[in-house]
């Protein structure tokens, strides 16, 4: 699958424009923001996820069919308000884990598996997505120790929890 990142209006380049080209070739789309959401929301019915942890607007994104990212217990928190305070609204999750970048992301695999154990007990939380980050993908060293702490963690997962339907994915 491609998911083909639409922050900052591409990068100076014009968001829509490109999404509207870019949209034959990719799976789905990633953005920083629920503003930079609904711009590109408007080229695309293809999924959209928004990288930054988002604390306001969640219910209105939620129905506009947003992917969250939950890199955090606040956000996490946030979420959960909003998904039982809104039984009907699907809330769909990526969560961040950080292998070395350390900017976002839950850090330990006894988080990501308590995030799993919360969200079950949830009916409208859906968890479709775990990634991460390359923080230096030109170093083969950092990435190759990126994509082990990555992969301990899916083969971690995918043998405690059910994660047939979630999709494990790190790039940059």
Known sequence: KICFVAKANCYGLGAKKICKFMNQYVDMFAVSSGYEFFKIKRVTNKPILI???????????????????????????????SAKNNLKTKFKIHLAY???MNRFGFSKVKEIVKVF???KKVQNIYI???FSHFYCANNKNFANNQIDKFSELKKFLTQKQPCSDVDFHIAN
């Open 51 to 81: 990288l930054d942890p988002v604390y306001e607007n969640i219910t209105k994104l939620a129905i506009c069919d947003a992917v969250f990212t939950v890199s955090n217990f606040e956000c996490l928190n946030m979420i959960l308000k």
């Open 128 to 130: 479709l997505g775990v």
């Open 98 to 100: 950080n292998t070395g």
């Open 117 to 119: 154990e919360i969200c």
